[in-house]
T-cell receptor, first 113, second 108 residues
Framework: DAGVIQSPRHEVTEMGQEVTLRCKPI?????LFWYRQTMMRGLELLIY????????DSGMPEDRFSAKMPNASFSTLKIQPSEPRDSAVYFC???????????FGPGTRLTVL | RKEVEQDPGPFNVPEGATVAFNCTYS??????FFWYRQDCRKEPKLLMS???SGNEDGRFTAQLNRASQYISLLIRDSKLSDSATYLC?????????FGKGTMLLVSP
């Protein structure tokens, strides 16, 4: 069974460009989480969805960040415009229910020049 | 102040050694606790849950002290393959709060 799938795995872009990260959760899971990991701040929750509905977006850093989950099998995290300080590894995770074990995808390593 | 705090390490130990990691959490309302393992340039994976009664899984033992808001992980008979970063995690409802991790390096 496939785990959480993320794309792209690596993204290098220039400041000011729009970046879209994609995630496919494990089939049957109804909770989806977006995290960001940096050396300075560690792993931080950005937003999570339950049954495709955003429940808590308090971790989204600012209006340049937006996330959508149009259906149970797909979510996007968009940064527009991107800035060098957005450089990080972005993980998507899913769980069967909100308080069950979370399974992480391989991450997208984003570099903004 | 970070909600979950850990010594970043690295802890350098020889194969066969016993090593212990600790972490503290600030939110007394946290409901559940875990240790995750993260290999270099990989995603975090659940290692084990942590209970007040203690939880053992082979060479790994985890313990929670709610009164002190303190969590521990003990690894016995360290293997080279145990080299990784160990993340302490506190959960409240659906939200996981991660510590920055403790790096373990096991050498031959």
């Amino acid at each position: 069974d496939a785990g959480v799938i993320q794309s792209p795995r690596h993204e290098v872009t220039e400041m000011g460009q729009e970046v879209t990260l994609r995630c496919k959760p494990i089939s049957g899971h109804n909770s989806l989480f977006w995290y960001r990991q940096t050396m300075m701040r560690g792993l931080e929750l950005l937003i999570y969805f339950n049954n495709n509905v955003p429940i808590d977006d308090s971790g989204m850093p600012e209006d340049r960040f937006s996330a959508k989950m149009p259906n149970a099998s797909f979510s996007t995290l968009k940064i527009q415009p991107s800035e060098p300080r957005d450089s990080a590894v972005y993980f998507c995770a899913s769980s069967l229910a909100g308080d069950n074990e979370q399974f992480f995808g391989p991450g997208t390593r984003l570099t903004v020049l | 102040r970070k909600e979950v705090e850990q010594d970043p390490g690295p802890f350098n130990v020889p194969e066969g050694a016993t090593v212990a990691f600790n972490c503290t959490y600030s939110n007394s309302a946290s409901q559940s606790f875990f240790w995750y393992r993260q290999d270099c340039r990989k995603e975090p994976k659940l290692l084990m849950s942590v209970y007040s009664s203690g939880n053992e899984d082979g060479r790994f033992t985890a313990q929670l002290n709610r009164a002190s808001q303190y969590i521990s992980l003990l690894i016995r008979d360290s293997k080279l393959s145990d080299s990784a970063t160990y993340l302490c995690v506190a959960q409240m409802y659906s939200t996981l709060t991660f510590g920055k991790g403790t790096m373990l390096l096991v050498s031959p």
